[in-house]
């Protein structure tokens, strides 16, 4: 597989409009993370951000993933979000299954 990292500063309308209108002396800091691994199907998307779940532990996962070697405390996606929403961003995350996954993480970052 393949990971390809984006980093850059977001002229175009990742926010709604109204919010960048308002706050013109910021600026909406982009990052894009891509994988071409296994992705995850639609209905998972939706537990990514939820405190304390691992999503690789769930059984409904196909036989490949071993839930064993899932070491994950279900912390960082929880605090990533809550530390964009604190910057006044998001993340959004799309991904099909066995096709890989995207990670768009929006800051919105005042300049100086």
């Known amino acids: 597989g393949a990971i390809k990292i984006q ?3 977001d002229s175009a309308n ?4 109204t919010k960048i209108l308002q706050q013109a002396n910021r600026v909406v800091l982009t990052t894009i993370i891509e994988d071409t691994g296994m992705g995850m199907p639609s209905h998972r998307k939706e537990e990514l951000f ?3 779940t691992n999503i690789r532990a769930n059984r409904d996962q196909p036989p490949y993933i071993d839930a064993s070697s899932a ?3 279900g ?3 929880y605090l990533s979000l809550k530390l964009a929403k604190y910057f006044d961003g998001d993340i ?3 991904s099909e299954l066995n096709q890989g996954t995207q990670v768009k993480v ?3 970052l005042a300049l100086s």
């Open 106 to 108: 929006m800051l919105t």
């Open 14 to 17: 990742t926010l709604p409009a």
């Open 92 to 94: 959004k995350v799309t």
């Open 71 to 73: 070491r994950s405390t």
């Open 75 to 77: 912390l960082g996606l």
């Open 50 to 52: 939820r405190l304390f």
């Open 7 to 9: 980093i850059g500063v």
